[in-house]
């Protein structure tokens, strides 16, 4: 089975300070991590995957197998940022869990000015 | 279109009445994914159709919500005796695979509401 646990489903800071969003995963075998985001009144969009290795709006977030973890990471936060943030998993292409995206319940940022 | 497409955008209906949410996804795109999202629940996987292979009907809660996909394009999901429990944001998404990577984009939803 596959499991994404968000254990935040508030977290607030301040303009400017370090914020850490929290995720972790249970699979049996080599998942594919994403990252999504919902901003107010628009839909769900893709923020980053671990696969790409890349920064998107200062955003990052690594990989770490031994700690089953994808953490969401961006050092100075915007009040821009302030939005709804989804954990999500699937199984690598070529697989039987292939397509099905597991999504963690979310954490609600709000970024204070 | 410029992106998915989800009709109703808002349904309210009766407890006990038959409701049918409709997906048009991007052109092209060769999957189809449902998600349901409540509040406190996060997003639910509901079904996932992939080309002309058999859909992963792992998600659907129970024998009253179904879903097809006629003709690898437009999709129907349809919930039967609806109950309040049912209310939610009903999410579909579409994919294609850009240079093997798979991207998947999500439609405004349908908002469901059994009174």
């Known amino acids: 089975a596959q499991r994404v646990t968000q254990p935040e489903k508030l977290l607030s800071v301040f303009k400017g300070a370090p914020v850490e969003l929290k995720c972790n995963y249970s699979?049996?075998?080599?998942?594919?991590l994403f990252w999504y985001v919902q901003y107010s009144r628009q839909r769900l969009q893709l923020l980053l995957r671990?696969?790409s290795r890349e920064s998107i709006k200062g955003f990052t977030a690594d990989l770490n197998k031994g700690e089953t973890s994808f953490h969401l990471k961006k050092p100075f936060a915007q009040e821009e940022d302030s939005a709804m943030y989804y954990c999500?998993?699937?199984?690598?292409?070529?697989?039987?869990?292939?397509?099905?995206?597991?999504f963690g319940q979310g954490t609600i940022l709000t970024v204070h000015p | 279109g410029a992106g998915v497409s989800q009709s109703p955008s808002n349904k309210v209906t009766e407890k006990g009445k038959d409701v049918e949410l409709r997906c048009d996804p991007i052109?092209?795109?060769?999957?189809l994914y449902w998600y349901r999202q409540s509040l406190g629940q996060g997003l639910e996987f509901l079904i996932y159709?992939?080309?002309?292979?058999?859909?992963?009907k792992s998600g659907l809660p129970s024998d009253r919500f179904s879903a097809e996909r006629t003709g690898g394009s437009v999709s129907t999901l349809t919930i039967q005796r609806t109950q309040q429990e049912d209310s939610a944001v009903y999410l579909c998404?579409?994919?294609?695979?850009?240079?093997?990577?798979?991207?998947?984009?999500f439609g405004e939803g349908s908002w469901l509401t059994v009174v």
């Open positions: 998404a579409s994919s294609f695979t850009s240079q093997g990577r798979d991207t998947i984009y």
């Open positions: 699979y049996s075998g080599s998942p594919e």
């Open positions: 671990h696969i």
């Open positions: 999500a998993l699937r199984g690598l292409a070529g697989g039987t869990s292939y397509g099905k995206l597991t």
């Open positions: 052109s092209g795109h060769t999957a």
């Open positions: 159709f992939q080309g002309n292979s058999a859909p992963d």
